[in-house]
């Protein structure tokens, strides 16, 4: 069993799951697997454990509040109340044309709205305090480990203290203290309070993360011997590249420094041979074709649409004719999987998110049509794929 | 918290504050505190019930118990399942109040008429 004094897992589980390393990557080898269907020696692999026993029930009670209020008081009930209070108030159910931030005024005036919303942002808060007072708890150890593993490998890390880091890099995103760049544990935080409670037990083995490698396309040519991960924040979705293609040379690279420090320390922790870099999506450094996939997971909805335009550009640079760009978001204009908000109730959640969730650029991105800004970029874009739970990629290709 | 002021590079950059801690959505800022209260109150209740679920557990198998035992104790897959619904059904039946239909009472005396009530069902 998983010792909980051992808070990131056993390396020797790592051969389990087909993470051997390959020093010389001269052919693919891609290893499939299901993230949702996991071996006991799988799931030790990937699970993360808070360390004691106070922390981990204190995070397993606001993933269990999280799921109620989502599936419950905003779910069920809250779709009744709310369609109730508009009917009161002679206002449409359906399509409106209510802005945004009048939606969410609004709905503000329905009491169990009011209270759903109240609860929903003390429940973040919650997560975020009682995973930042885990580890500034006991500061020491976690910079002690982080400082055992800056210099170690395999694989490496880069860090750049004296980048500038624009603007908007730089909110609290998720209402997460100190955002990704102003932390010293930023990665251990959102990993341990994000990636946990707010999948709300569906990414405890990192299931959601190796969802998106697994169901990455590969290139037409099937070669994959190098992979870019942008937005890598903790380096899970990094890790679970590497788990599929063994043999593949990986980068994660993030704004953040103590997000890539983390995300490197996790992976020395599990003898995984991948290189995180603080760098930004938008200027990679890397060389012109030199990537066969460029990757991203929920990043773009967290840049604005100019730094939007420059990262695709940058990345239709950096990935060979041929190469795949994957990427996973929230849904845009120009989406295959659905739409945009249309609703009072609908726009009122993208207001809660957009402003109470300190998400600045979610509105830029929904209103973003995506798929066209790749088209436009130059890529071939397939919108017809579903990953194992029907995370909607789209797929730019960079034409031959 | 413990101060974590320290000459060691933590590779931490100067950001910008969100404003989220200043919201409130119900009718008063103390309500909202209170609710906050609550759920804190909710979280700590719920740490001391799976503290006492372990202890249990060690006393039926009527080990010594050391406390670092329970702190390293790892529920197997059917108590993590178990556990797991026991914690939802707290948050059910503690926070389900917040999802009451609130209509005005109409009538001097109570009018609906509804099935008899089964046994088991609370």
Redesign the interface.
Known sequence: ?????NILAATSAAATVGTQQAKAAKSTVDVKSDPFDQTEAQKEFHAA?FA???QE??M???E??K??NAT??AGR??R??TN?FLRSRGLPIGESDLGYEESFNVL?ED??Y??????E???Q??MWD?S??AF?????KY?TLM?ETDNAGPGSLE?N?DME?P?YT???IH?QP??Y????F?GWVYHWALTQAFYQ?RNEYDQVHLSIAQGCPKPADGKVLRILDMGCASGLSTTAFKERFPNAEVWGIDVG??LV?YAHHRAVKKDIDVHFA?RLAEDTKFPDGYFDIVSDYIMFHEVTAEAAKEIVSETYRILRPGGVFNHVDIITEGSSAGSVPRTIREKAESWNIHR???EPWWHEFTHTNFPELLRTTGFDVDLTLRNAKGIPPVIGIKPV | MADAKTDRPTYAADYIKGDFEKAVYLDSVHSDNLMTAFLGLGAEHWALRRRVMVLEKFMAENKVIDPAMVEAYDPTPEEKVAWEAERDDFIDRTFSVLTRETDAIASAVPQEKVPAREAGKS
């Open positions: 069993m998983l010792s909980r004094r454990r004691t026993l106070d029930s204190l397993s009670f606001a269990g509040f799921k109620w419950d008081l009930d809250g009744r109340s109730n503000l009491p169990s009011a209270a759903k919303t109240r609860l942002r003390s429940a808060a919650l009682r930042m007072r500034h708890g006991d500061a020491d910079l400082e860090l203290p880091l603007d730089i909110h609290e209402a100190g955002g760049v102003g932390d010293p930023a037990g420094g103590p420090r603080q109470h969730n300190i």
